[in-house]
């Protein structure tokens, strides 16, 4: 990996984990961060020796959102051609899973990076809210949408319009989260769950997060067909041999990725 000034990353086995490291902004997301925090996703969703992904900040905040200082004077024709939710939409084209390692505030751009991972992990003093009607503007990285569709309507208004945070239990009542840990934990966890979904058929877990997310955006029946095709596309694999093989053969198997 290359020397990042914003970012930190290290690799724990198959997992590849992102630090985002501006703890004195609470790690506001300025342009620069989002871009060597999309280049070490990529190079990790390349990488054959990793299978997962943890994404986290620090035990004070994962990320206050957008960097607003950044943002203050900028224009509408500024944002169009700074290619900002370009930006982020190239994370949700990452093939691997994804886990959020969250404690503290994920507020704005940081709770919308959150929802954009594939499961969340989050301490017992995590905090999401969408605070962008306290500073005049709206989500602008997908937390109407993402939001709406996992909390409901009447939820995803409050915070959007009113600043109301939902606290780590809230979240985990609502299923915005997987699970909640003492802080001490919280990235401890996040990486042994990575670690075991990245021990699994690789194939199979990349198809799987695919079929999960196209739920987001087809009908029952396109996402049904979309499911059956890659349920069929497996069994082109070596592993869904092996997998089958050792189910029957009462041992363990042993995954080639293809
Ligand atoms: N952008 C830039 N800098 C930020 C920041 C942000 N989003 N959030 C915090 N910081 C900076 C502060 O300016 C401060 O810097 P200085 O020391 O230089 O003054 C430093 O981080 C520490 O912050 P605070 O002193 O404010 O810390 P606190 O503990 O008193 O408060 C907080 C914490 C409640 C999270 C508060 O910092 C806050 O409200 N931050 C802004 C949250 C917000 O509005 N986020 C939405 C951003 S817009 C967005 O994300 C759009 C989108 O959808 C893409």
Redesign the pocket.
């Known amino acids: 990996m290359p020397d990042y000034t914003d970012i930190l990353t290290e690799t724990h086995g198959r997992v590849g984990l992102v630090r985002l490291n501006r703890p004195?902004?609470?790690n506001?997301?300025r342009a620069n961060l989002l871009a060597e925090l999309l280049d070490a996703l990529k190079a990790y969703d390349a990488d054959d020796a990793i299978g997962a992904m943890v994404i986290t900040g620090n035990e004070k905040?994962f990320s206050?959102?957008?960097?607003?200082?950044e943002?203050a004077d900028a224009t509408a024709v500024d944002l169009m051609d700074w290619g900002l939710s370009d930006g982020w939409h190239r994370i949700s084209t990452i093939r691997k899973p994804i886990i959020a390692a969250v404690s503290g505030?994920a507020?704005?751009?940081?709770c919308?990076l959150a929802l954009l991972c594939d499961l969340i992990v989050a301490s017992e003093t995590a905090q999401f809210g969408q605070?962008?009607i306290?500073?005049g503007?709206i989500?602008?990285?997908g937390?109407t949408q993402r939001l709406t569709r996992i909390l409901g309507k009447a939820l995803a208004m409050e915070m959007v319009l009113n600043n109301r945070f939902l606290k780590a239990d809230e979240a985990l009542a609502h299923g915005l989260v997987n699970r909640v840990v003492p802080v001490e934990r919280y990235l401890d966890e996040a990486l042994q769950l990575a670690g075991e979904i990245a021990a699994r058929a690789p194939v199979a877990v990349r198809l799987g997060k695919e079929a999960i997310n196209s739920a987001y955006e087809l009908s029952l029946a396109e996402g049904l067909a979309a499911e059956e095709r890659a349920f069929y596309l497996l069994f082109s694999t070596e592993d869904q041999k092996e997998g089958m093989r050792a189910f029957v053969e009462k041992c363990a198997p042993e995954w080639k990725g293809r």
């Open positions: 004195k902004a609470l506001a997301l905040a206050a959102g957008a960097d607003i200082k943002m505030f507020l704005g751009g940081g919308e605070p962008e306290t500073i503007v989500p602008g990285a937390g």
